[in-house]
T-cell receptor
Framework: NAGVTQTPKFQVLKTGQSMTLQCAQD?????MSWYRQDPGMGLRLIHY???????DQGEVPNGYNVSRSTTEDFPLRLLSAAPSQTSVYFC??????????????FGQGTRLTVV | DAKTTQPPSMDCAEGRAANLPCNHS???????VYWYRQIHSQGPQYIIH???NNETNEMASLIITEDRKSSTLILPHATLRDTAVYYC??????????????FGTGTLLAVQP
């Protein structure tokens, strides 16, 4: 198993550009989520999905879109990049929350700089 | 989900036990306590979880007080590689629950040689 794979690892964008951060998991997990982490801070939840075709907003959803067309993939789209979106982005996956043993697996992060 | 409170930082000597406290005084009956850690800029890593009994695995032990309002994560023999930010998270488990993890700012554990 590859676990949770995020691409790209690094990205520099100009203000106003759009891009998609990719996240894929091969563990057949129902639940996937995106977080951002700013320097010296904890992770903040952007969007999450409890299964294919179902997404919901987290704590800081503005400026981001998601979709979940397959169990494996959960891309995060930045519609019009702003310097405030400079951050490290983490994708996570796990089995559904109805199970107790729902260890979440995280990707290695995408470091995004918006200039 | 209940909020948690952790000290911002702690030091521990290498080879000694590291005891990381967490306060979750508003925890409800169907909420579990989870611990994750994040080693310098990597993705967070699961450590352990529990409901009301003490738990132990190959990484750590989790002690939950009888009233469940606080818990302690114990790393029995800390090494330099245990230097990380440790997050205590309370999460609802059961019908209709998601696996939404809400992170606080955690405790930065610095293991000293």
């Amino acid at each position: 198993n590859a676990g949770v794979t995020q691409t790209p690892k690094f990205q520099v964008l100009k203000t106003g550009q759009s891009m998609t951060l990719q996240c894929a998991q091969d563990m057949n997990h129902e639940y996937m989520s995106w977080y951002r982490q700013d320097p010296g801070m904890g992770l903040r939840l952007i969007h999450y999905s409890v299964g294919a075709g179902i997404t919901d907003q987290g704590e800081v959803p503005n400026g981001y879109n998601v979709s979940r067309s397959t169990t494996e993939d959960f891309p995060l789209r930045l519609l019009s990049a702003a310097p405030s979106q400079t951050s490290v982005y983490f994708c996570a996956s796990s089995y559904s929350g109805t199970r107790v043993n729902t260890e979440a697996f995280f990707g290695q992060g995408t470091r995004l700089t918006v200039v | 989900d209940a909020k948690t409170t952790q000290p911002p930082s702690m030091d521990c000597a290498e080879g000694r036990a590291a005891n990381l406290p967490c306060n979750h005084s508003t925890i409800s009956g169907n909420e579990y306590v989870y611990w994750y850690r994040q080693i310098h800029s990597q993705g967070p890593q699961y450590i352990i979880h529990g409901l009301k009994n003490n738990e132990t695995n190959e990484m750590a032990s989790l002690i939950i007080t009888e009233d469940r309002k606080s818990s302690t994560l114990i790393l029995p023999h800390a090494t330099l590689r245990d230097t990380a930010v440790y997050y205590c998270i309370v999460r609802v488990v059961g019908g209709g629950a998601t696996n939404k993890l809400i992170f606080g700012t955690g405790t930065l554990l610095a293991v000293q040689p």
